[in-house]
């Protein structure tokens, strides 16, 4: 039987990959609002406050028992058909602004490996970050929605953005971090560069934490005996995207390993993959997403923990 990890990291997944998680959630049968401490990305970031605010994931009534209620927007903040196409052209600028300064700066869906932490890497991602095409559009939707929610930095909640001007990661609700609105923070994680404006907090511009790390998972605040379960929604888009992902999430295991604590990550199975289509911005699957993912749930759950990956480098 899966137990109840004392950290839940939740990764970086557009609109699907948010189905997708709540999904797993929710087929785990666990009440996974009894975590100590949750640490969420882009799309995790919302899975994260929605937990944190004491919302689990829960069947819809008279449905049947694959089929989830999402926690989350739905498609409140999902992009129309003209925005995907925007968003997969913003993603391949990105991709070509990083090479041209000298690093894999990273996107929610290409994220940097951890080399990018060092200096060097923090300013190019940086220039990387100046030199984009500000956006106007925001999401004010998702904004109201996080907000509703109620959820507070009560020392439990994580939430990872970056630092537009210095190319720092920030984890909000993390000891020392600017003090944020959970609502305020939510956005800044989920801020996509190129495609949504920057969120301002306490005078500084913050973007998708995403940019970052697929995952953040060496963010997780987890010593020694410490189970730390991560969502890694990345890991089942393209196989590019699948490579960076299981590549800086074994790297952030180490560390955590090193602390002494047990990781276990879970990647989107076969089913889920085929219901992602071709992208994971496409609201129009996350029905299909999310029965998948409850049901790959239900499949680790009767597995045991040992059907969990364990992330390499």
Not at 287 to 293: D, F, I, T
Request: proline letters at 7%; charged letters at 20%.
């Amino acid at each position: 039987m899966i137990e109840l990890p004392d950290v839940l990291v939740l990764g970086a997944g557009g609109s699907l990959g948010e189905a997708w998680m709540t999904g797993v959630l929710g087929g785990l049968g666990l009440d996974f609002t009894r975590c100590e401490y949750f640490v969420g990305t882009s799309a995790g970031a919302v899975v994260a406050a929605t937990l944190a605010a004491g919302r689990p994931p829960r069947p819809v009534a008279g449905a049947p028992g694959d089929e989830l209620a999402l926690v989350g927007e739905a498609e409140a903040t999902a992009p129309d058909d003209a925005d995907r196409s925007r968003i997969a052209g913003a993603l391949g600028t990105i991709g070509r602004g990083a090479r041209r300064v000298g690093t894999a700066a990273a996107t929610p869906f290409a994220p940097a490996v951890l080399a990018a932490a060092k200096p060097a890497g923090r300013l190019a991602r940086a220039a990387v970050l100046r030199a984009a095409k500000r956006p106007e559009r925001t999401l004010p939707r998702l904004h109201d929605h996080v907000e509703g929610l109620g959820a507070r930095f009560d020392g439990r909640l994580r939430v990872s953005a970056v630092d537009r001007a210095s190319g720092r990661r920030v984890m909000f609700g993390s000891p020392n971090a600017p003090a944020a609105a959970v609502a305020d923070a939510v956005l800044a994680s989920c801020a996509v560069p190129w495609v949504f404006a920057p969120v301002e907090i306490d005078g500084r511009e913050y973007v998708d934490g995403g940019v970052w790390s697929p995952t953040n998972l060496d963010a997780a605040p987890a010593g020694r005996g410490a189970r730390v379960l991560c969502l890694m929604p990345t890991a089942g888009a393209a196989r590019r995207y699948r490579a960076g992902t299981l590549a800086a999430a074994g790297a952030e295991a180490l560390a955590l390993r090193a602390r002494g604590a047990d990781v276990q990550a879970v990647s989107p199975d076969a089913p889920t993959i085929e219901a992602f289509g071709s992208s994971l911005l496409d609201p129009r699957n996350r029905k299909a997403v999310a029965a998948a993912g409850f049901a790959q749930g239900r499949r680790l759950a009767a597995a045991g923990h040992s059907s969990a990956e364990t992330p390499n480098p």
